[in-house]
């Protein structure tokens, strides 16, 4: 990437997803530990040039789909064990680590962002903000319960569905969401996730029956954390890397009454984000991304872009008709399974594989632009904070290196599987030097076995991902690993199973 355009990135309006602040600020030294950091320090960073870079992008942007198979609603690029909802759940979790509420004036004092930044907390700061004093407009009169946005109509089973609240604009404005975070606004599907988020902490206040702002607030995030470590990570990960950091239970589940073990992700004072999860890993949610959805039944699926017509893309006020009935995108714990095919299913992610759906090859100006293609921005991302390749880190992991002829660019599916080339097809110079996002997706590529194996990340990228997220929940202060290991969630929130996983937070915030 351009110096002029890194820079122009980072001059970017406040608000948009995949802002990064300081994050190309990180020290390489072992003496540094700031908002930014290394896990791997003494890796050499991988050496590309921008045209092989924009090559593999291109390799990597899936052909223009028709809309999947009307019928069914279906296609072979679906993921049988990760449904779409963890997608955007996973984006909301991005913003909540990556939130970054010092203010501007502090931040330009510090441009490098090396010290008195804020560390990554799992702690909905993208919902509270400042907190009811600080930035009273998000709350209501009383200072306990969030302001919601706009009823939103079309899912039958949601009658009290909202929006995020919306700012009253001059003609000619966009409607801004009034949000913690304003990046929570992006799309469509993230933006009621929000609202969720907000009903939800609002059903705390009633079940509770506090007028204690703080301890509802310490419920909610407990609840959320929750399910960041009992559904979100093992959807993604896997159980078996989960059971590798916390180990594993009697009856054969995760213990999570274990001190994790962390190799990796070691911080020696305070938490930081790491770069290879945040310019890489942590990316593994754009290969997730379905170029189209399905809200509710009462109106037809979405694209997540459009140049003509209705679209997902945020930052505006939605038509009111869009509530998202939530059993479309995450599966019921306990409900009979739902039909595979058909409007009511449950909507799959995309695999995570080394192929990004392709309107994400070419986003709309008000998302990114020059590269407006998100799989180059990644790619340029993580050779411009100097990344160590792929192979590197699989190796100093102690993992077994794929080697190139298997390093696969393109779809897990069947058909891919005949024609995709390897990375070394698409230049020779990625010879045991594939960018670390890349290798991580097409490591998690190597579980393909037939279309409808499911499939999570691998090894490397799993690894990552796991003991950055606990690793962050252990050094957060306001985290129930923290500050009350025995927590449970609320019996009466549980659903008939026992369990606690976000579907069941979403009926609870149904409640109001
Ligand atoms: C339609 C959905 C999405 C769009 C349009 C989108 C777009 C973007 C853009 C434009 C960037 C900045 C790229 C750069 O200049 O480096 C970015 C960064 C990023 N995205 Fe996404 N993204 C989406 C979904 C997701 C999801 C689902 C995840 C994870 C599960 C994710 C994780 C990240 C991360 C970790 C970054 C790095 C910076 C940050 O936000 O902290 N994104 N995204």
Not at 276 to 288: I, K, N, P
Request: glycine letters at 8%; hydrophobic letters at 35%; one cysteine or more.
């Amino acid at each position: 990437m351009q110096e002029a355009t890194v820079a122009a990135a980072h001059r970017k309006p406040m608000g948009r997803h995949g802002e990064i602040r300081g994050l190309e600020a990180q020290g390489r030294s072992d003496q540094f530990e700031g908002r930014f950091g290394r896990m791997f320090r003494t890796l050499p960073p991988a050496q590309f040039d921008a045209g092989v870079l924009h090559d593999l992008a291109a390799a990597m942007t899936a052909e223009f789909e028709a809309t999947p198979t009307p019928e069914t609603e279906a296609d072979d690029e679906e993921n049988t064990g990760i449904s779409a909802g963890y997608t955007y759940l996973g984006q909301f979790i991005d913003h909540d680590l990556t939130f970054d509420p010092v203010s501007s004036l502090q931040r330009q004092n510090d441009p490098a962002a090396l010290v008195d930044f804020r560390t990554p907390r799992f702690d909905l700061d993208c919902a509270y903000g400042r907190g009811p004093s600080d930035q009273a407009y998000l709350y209501r009169a009383d200072g306990l319960k969030m302001l919601q946005g706009d009823p939103l109509t079309g899912n039958s089973k949601d009658p009290k569905a909202r929006g995020v609240p919306r700012n009253t604009p001059e003609t000619g404005e966009p409607a801004r969401a009034l949000l913690g975070d304003p990046r929570n606004d992006e799309n469509v599907i993230v933006s009621q996730l929000q609202a969720s988020m907000l009903r939800f902490h609002n059903r705390m206040v009633d079940v509770l029956g506090s007028d204690n702002f703080d301890e509802v607030q310490k419920m909610a995030r407990f609840h959320y954390q929750w399910v960041v470590l009992h559904d979100f990570l093992p959807t993604i990960v896997g159980l078996d890397t989960l059971k590798s950091i916390f180990g594993t239970a009697k009856d054969g589940t995760v213990d999570y009454t274990q001190e994790p073990k962390l190799k990796f992700y070691k911080p020696k004072k305070e938490a930081y984000m790491p770069v290879e999860f945040s310019a890489a890993a942590y990316r593994f949610g754009h290969s997730m991304v379905r170029p189209i959805y399905r809200l509710n039944q009462s109106i037809d699926r979405l694209p997540i872009f459009s140049a003509t017509g209705e679209s997902l893309v945020g930052f505006r006020k939605f038509p009111t008709n869009l509530a998202i009935d939530w059993d479309l995108f995450f599966k019921p714990s306990d409900a009979p399974p739902p039909p595979p095919f058909g409007k009511t299913r449950v909507q799959p992610a995309y695999k995570p594989d080394s192929s990004v759906v392709n309107p994400l090859g070419s986003l709309p100006a008000s998302v990114a632009s020059n590269p407006s293609s998100l799989p180059e921005r990644n790619l340029l991302r993580g050779w411009r904070v100097e990344l160590p390749s792929g192979q590197s880190v699989a190796k100093a992991m102690g993992f077994a290196v794929i080697p190139d002829d298997k390093l696969k660019v393109g779809k897990a599916t069947a058909a891919g599987k005949e024609k995709n080339k390897s990375i070394t097809q698409v230049s020779p110079k990625f010879a045991r030097n594939a960018p670390l996002w890349f290798y991580m997706l097409s490591e998690a590529q190597q579980q393909f076995v037939e279309d409808d194996t499911p499939i999570r990340l691998g090894p490397v990228g799993g690894r990552i991902v796991a003991e950055v997220i606990v690793g962050l929940m252990i050094h957060d202060s306001h985290s129930y690993l923290r500050q009350d290991r025995n927590f449970s969630p609320r019996r009466e929130f549980l659903s008939p199973k026992g369990e606690f996983n976000m579907t069941d937070l979403l009926r609870q915030a149904r409640q109001v």
